[in-house]
């Protein structure tokens, strides 16, 4: 059974970093694509990031290019995604997705002042 397991979220000042951890378990990190989707409240859910099964390719969402980077540790089975320069839009609750119908519980984020 493939599960995934998030953290990393927290409230952070504009312009500061984060970093969201997606621990995976029952599969091989890279055997499926895998990123991640953001919920803002009153919107629909997007992708931020994710990338190819077999680690080959990566995408992110036009917003978050340049801020937001993809890193993997294979060895914990876990992907990061490291958010820098956050803006107060990024605020929305963050979830890791594998092969498109796996899912974490999720990780608030919140970029406020």
């Known amino acids: 059974q493939v599960q995934l397991v998030e953290s990393g979220g927290g409230l952070v000042q504009p312009g500061g970093s984060l970093r969201l951890s997606c621990t995976v378990s029952?599969?091989?990190?890279?055997?499926?694509?895998i990123g991640w989707f953001r919920q803002a409240p009153g919107k629909e859910r997007e992708v931020v990031s994710c990338?190819?099964?077999?680690?080959?390719?990566?995408y992110f969402e036009d917003s978050v290019k340049g801020r937001f980077t993809l890193s993997s540790d294979n060895a914990r089975n876990t992907l990061y995604l490291q958010m820098n320069s956050l803006k107060p839009e990024d605020t929305a609750v963050y979830y890791c997705?594998?092969?498109?119908?796996?899912w974490g519980q999720g990780t608030q984020v919140t970029v406020s002042s």
């Open positions: 990338i190819s099964k077999d680690d080959i390719a990566t």
């Open positions: 997705n594998a092969a498109g119908t796996h």
């Open positions: 029952g599969v091989t990190l890279h055997y499926y694509a």
